[in-house]
């Protein structure tokens, strides 16, 4: 069995915050455009929102634990009816799962790939994201940086890379900034 040379799951891998205005997009749309965003990456795998009276876990769903099904994905009927009908959502959470390579050539379901977490208070005058890297099998140069990790992010960073873009794109971001990177991956992003 090949070594691994990469952590499965790490929250503090990396993690970039976005801005949005509030003005040009509701709750609601925001949860149509994770989904959307969602599926050109892989899927969402995972929702939960806090509000402000129930607090975490207010509403919480688990959608996909592999990839069966994440095609043609849409939010459920219980998620929309959640927001559009519970006035003090403060936080929605969305994990967001690919496939990626790994060292032996073959694709692994990664389900929690990535993390989005929205601040969208309705008293708040900024609204925003965060973005965290959750796996470093996208650019796995923490532990060894040779021609095995190279081809592992050759074939990954892409994937990543695209989902950042979009996601700014399409929260037509105001601002974003690097909050922190392991060594090597916004380096590497940065150069493909």
């Known amino acids: 069995m090949p070594e691994r040379l990469w952590k499965f799951f790490d929250p503090d891998l990396g993690q970039i915050y976005v801005t949005i205005d509030r003005e040009k997009i509701s709750q609601v749309e925001v949860v149509h455009k994770v989904y959307e ?108 940086r040779d021609e095995r990790t190279e081809r592992m992010a050759r074939l990954n960073a892409p994937k990543l890379k695209r989902l950042i873009n979009e996601l700014l794109e399409t929260f037509e971001a105001v601002d974003w900034q690097w909050e922190y990177s392991y060594k090597g991956l916004r380096e590497y992003l940065e150069q493909i």
């Not at 996909?64 to 929605?92: C, H, R, W």
Request: glycine residues 10%; hydrophobic residues 40%.
């Open 37 to 144: 965003v969602g599926q050109h990456f892989g899927g969402v795998t995972s929702v939960e929102i806090k509000t402000e009276s129930v607090g975490d876990d207010a509403f919480k769903e688990n959608i996909y634990e592999d990839a069966k099904g994440v095609n043609g994905q849409k939010p459920s009927d219980a998620l929309i009816s959640f927001v559009t009908n519970t006035p003090d959502v403060t936080d929605m959470h969305f994990d967001l799962g690919t496939f990626c390579v790994d060292e032996t050539g073959g694709e692994r379901w990664m389900v929690d790939a990535v993390t989005l977490s929205f601040y969208v208070e309705h008293v708040n005058d900024e609204w925003g994201f965060f973005i965290d890297v959750n796996t470093d099998l996208f650019v796995p140069f923490r532990y060894v």
